[in-house]
Every structure is written in C-alpha cells, then in structure tokens.
C-alpha cells in the first residue's frame, strides 16, 4: 500500500512560462517536456541531457532565459533511480550543461525559482537544500539546522536526515504584507521520521519546516508554530501556495504523509475500526491537510 512499484510514469512537476505561454513537464524517468499549446501537444526537450531521470523542472527569465533540471526520480520507489545533480539550458533544451554543487547520487524532490529575484534558484534534494545566485549555474548546501548532520551530503547517519521534499518561495503582492516577499520555507520530510534503524540510530530526528527570509546558507530556522502535525508524525510534506492576485499569500498549505503510521502505528483519533495494524492496499497514510 504504500506505491513502492511501477511509478516510472508519474508527472508530478510543471512550470510554466507565462511571457511566452510556454508549459514545462518533468516526466519521473522521461525526460522534459514542452507544450505551446497549454497540453495540446508536447516535444522533448531533454533528449541531449545525460539521463532521462527528472525529478523537477523549472523556468528562469535569469541569464536570458533558463530552462532548470534537477535529476533523480523521487519515488524512492521500485522504479526509481538518483541523480546526476542539476542542468541547465539557455537554448530550450537543444544543449545542456551540468551545474556545479549538487552532488550525483541524490534524488531530486523540487526546483523553485524566487519570484522576486530570477537569478536565486532552490533545489530540493535527497541530500538537502541547495541554492544558487546566478541562475542555476552554481549551487551551494544552505545548510538547514539538522544537528551534526547539517550540510551533510548523505552517508552514515546522515543518509536520511536531510531529505527536503519541497520548497514554498513567497511571490510579492497579494493582499498581506505580513511575511516579506522572497522568504523561504523548506520541507525536510523522510517519509518515516524517526524510525529507529537496527542499530538503534534515527533516521530522521529534524522532519519538520524551515524558514528563512533571505534564503542565505546558515540562516535558516527550525518553525516550532502551534496546528502542525506532532513531531513524531511528520513524514513526507508537499506545499501548495496562494498565488492569486487578490489572495492573501501569507497562507501556506502542506499536504502531510504520517510517519507513525507508516511505520506500523494506529492513530487511534482518525483511524476507522477496520483500519489494520500496518500500512495494506485500502489503508492510508496521510496525516492531513
């Protein structure tokens, strides 16, 4: 039940670039796409990259105009592969040229650029939250507060603890002024939390939000705001943002997966009376809304 296998068609990742009515679709293990058409019809534009493995895509008026990659399909599923770190093209896809930062081997959740600012891109990724100032070209590690294992890519006890599964960047305007306009929220978000491995080490002690308002390395901190999900629950975390002009962008929304839950435990609030003891076919994992 829990959609471990056959997810190599799964889209999940769209951008599109408005000046020039052009959408963008990341393909899990099928490259990236382009439609004029809004959907209509569609063309290949990651044939010349170095694996069809994409997990984000994204556009940037940056540098005259950038297409944006992050690769590693982040199913962490039976059909899913990692990364070789992050591309970008200022040709639509006709070449492509690897950026320097994200290591090879991630698996790539995300790519956001900020609204405010063309040349800032995030990248979330299996090894943590990268960024960039000059449009994708070059990355560096922000370095989100996970105790010794901050800024680590990966590995030992690390290996689960920075996995940042989505980002929200707050766009200017709107009706609310109250948060500014450019300030970052990053979800690390390992699907069981703080499961203990056979050794008795936590996977993922740091699940939770983090936020910064310049987005700089080191500046990030941990959200402790009452309404979240309880610690021990939060598994993986996806956002929804206001975009609208008449919407109050202050508002976030973060659809979340229950690490208790997933990891063999009942809510004993939500759960139906026939709900079983572990995670089967007909079960669920969500946490909530």
């Known amino acids: 039940g829990l959609g471990l296998v056959n997810l190599q068609g799964r889209i999940d990742s769209l951008t599109y670039d408005a000046a ?5 679709a990341a393909k899990g293990t099928g490259g990236i796409w382009m439609s004029t058409d809004f959907g209509d019809t569609w063309r290949s534009l990651g044939d010349s990259l170095p694996s069809q493995i994409v997990g984000a ?38 070449s492509w040229r690897k950026a320097k930062g994200i290591p090879d081997g991630a698996l790539g959740f995300e790519i956001e650029v900020d609204p405010t600012n ?6 979330a990724t299996l090894f943590g939250l990268y960024r960039s100032t000059d449009g994708g070209k070059n990355y560096v590690n922000v370095n989100l507060p996970t105790g010794e294992c901050s800024g680590v890519a990966g590995g030992g006890d690390c290996q689960l ?17 109250d ?31 983090y936020r910064s308002s310049s987005g700089s390395p080191n500046t990030f901190v941990k959200l402790g705001g009452s309404g ?15 975009t609208g002009p008449a919407q109050d962008k202050d508002y976030l929304y973060a659809i979340v997966q229950d690490a208790v839950v997933l990891n063999g435990g009942i809510d004993v609030i939500d759960a139906p009376e026939n709900f079983p003891p572990s995670p089967v076919a007909g079960g669920t994992v969500l946490n909530g809304i």
Do not use: C, M
């Open 20 to 24: 020039s009515r052009r959408l963008f």
């Open 57 to 94: 895509v994204a556009w940037s008026s940056a540098n005259g105009g950038t297409l944006l990659a992050v690769s590693g399909d982040p199913t962490f599923g039976g059909g899913g592969y990692t990364g070789y770190g992050a591309f970008y093209s200022t040709n639509l896809g006709k």
């Open 118 to 123: 063309p040349s800032e891109v995030y990248a």
């Open 161 to 177: 603890a920075n996995v940042v599964t989505d980002i929200a960047i707050k766009a200017p305007g709107g009706v609310s002024a």
């Open 179 to 209: 948060i500014p306009a450019g300030t970052v929220v990053a979800a690390i978000g390992w699907r069981a939390g703080t499961r203990r491995n056979s050794d008795g080490t936590i996977q993922s002690e740091h699940n939770g939000l």
């Open 228 to 242: 979240f999900t309880p610690q021990e629950r939060i598994g993986r975390v996806e956002f929804g943002q206001t």
